[in-house]
């Protein structure tokens, strides 16, 4: 049987007449192997042409040589492990994993990170440049065309503008400066056109809130704070028929004789004027608003017509 571990041939080892056998040659790969074992053969054939009869030992030693290099080639070979590294496969899942990752990602992603990079240089390419203004340069900020919105109270109140210019007109028509009339708030609403109070606290262009203003004239009060107003005069009520019983409250004087500068009262028709003059006739002639209605008008009727006269308050 032929060596096939290398312990040699035993019937060769008790022959001492025998040649030792050579050692086996070393080969560095399976190629140098077959090159060696194909030129053995004809080793043999020389020696069998000069009369040597080939001993069992000399046969072609191809196959031992072949085998006994496959063996030294595994035993210098680095023995590797069949099975892998738990480490090393979790690395390579991770390595996989983030191919597919980054092959998965949208493109926006790629675009957004280049993006970013680009305003980046714009920015330090902006801050690296200087830019000069003149010192005569005019700053001028910037505008757009006006637009506003016309709310409802400003409605409102537009369309009283128009009211308050339709009164006044009226009012330059009627005549009333040149009688005499002096109330400073003739152009203002009355109350039907939807009129506020006055600053007396009586009703613009009504007869309470002309007379109040006449009795604050007579006693030198022209301007707020007045002297007269609806809490001082009659604060137990506003209307004209009630005003004589504020009267007898404060003890003014209240009589059948008139006299300039008193109130006229009118209870039976809730109505007040003022007294511009006594006639010897035995007239009085009379200041008023809203006898014709929230207009100024005069009158000269007896003074018995009328109810009571109501002195200036003191």
Not at 124 to 138: E, G, H, L, P, T
Not at 183 to 211: H, I
Not at 223 to 250: M, R
Request: with cysteine.
């Amino acid at each position: 049987m032929d060596d096939l571990f290398g312990f040699g041939n035993p019937r060769s080892a008790t022959d001492a007449s025998a040649p030792a056998a050579a050692p086996a040659a070393q080969y560095t790969s399976r190629r140098e192997a077959r090159a060696a074992a194909s030129v053995a053969p004809a080793a043999v054939s020389r020696k069998q042409d000069r009369g040597a009869s080939p001993r069992r030992s000399d046969r072609p030693a191809s196959r031992k040589l072949r085998r006994s290099e496959i063996a030294l080639m595994h035993k210098s070979a680095p023995k590797q492990s069949h099975h892998t590294s738990p480490l090393r496969a979790l690395a390579t899942m991770a390595v996989v994993g983030g191919i597919f990752a980054t092959a998965g990602l949208p493109a926006y992603a790629m675009t957004t990170t280049s993006s970013t990079a680009a305003l980046k240089a714009e920015e330090a390419n902006a801050k690296s440049q200087s830019i000069v203004v003149s010192a005569d340069a005019v700053v001028t900020s910037a505008s757009r065309d006006g637009y506003h919105a016309t709310s409802q109270s400003e409605l409102e109140e537009m369309s009283k503008d128009e009211i308050r210019a339709q009164n006044n007109a009226d009012y330059m028509l009627s005549g009333a400066r040149e009688l005499g009339d002096d109330y400073p708030w003739y152009y203002e609403l009355s109350e039907d056109q939807g009129a506020g109070l006055s600053p007396l606290n009586y009703y613009y262009r009504q007869c309470t809130d002309f007379v109040a203003w006449r009795l604050n004239r007579d006693a030198g009060s022209y301007a707020a704070p007045f002297k007269w107003v609806w809490s001082s005069l009659t604060p137990t009520g506003g209307n004209a028929s009630q005003w004589e019983y504020a009267w007898e409250q404060h003890n003014w004087t209240v009589s059948d004789t008139p006299i300039v500068g008193s109130v006229a009262w009118f209870g039976w028709s809730n109505h007040v004027a003022y007294v511009k003059s006594v006639n010897a006739d035995g007239t009085v002639t009379i200041e008023e608003y809203n006898y014709i209605p929230n207009v100024y008008s005069q009158r000269t009727i007896p003074a018995t017509s009328v109810e009571s006269f109501l002195y200036p308050p003191s």
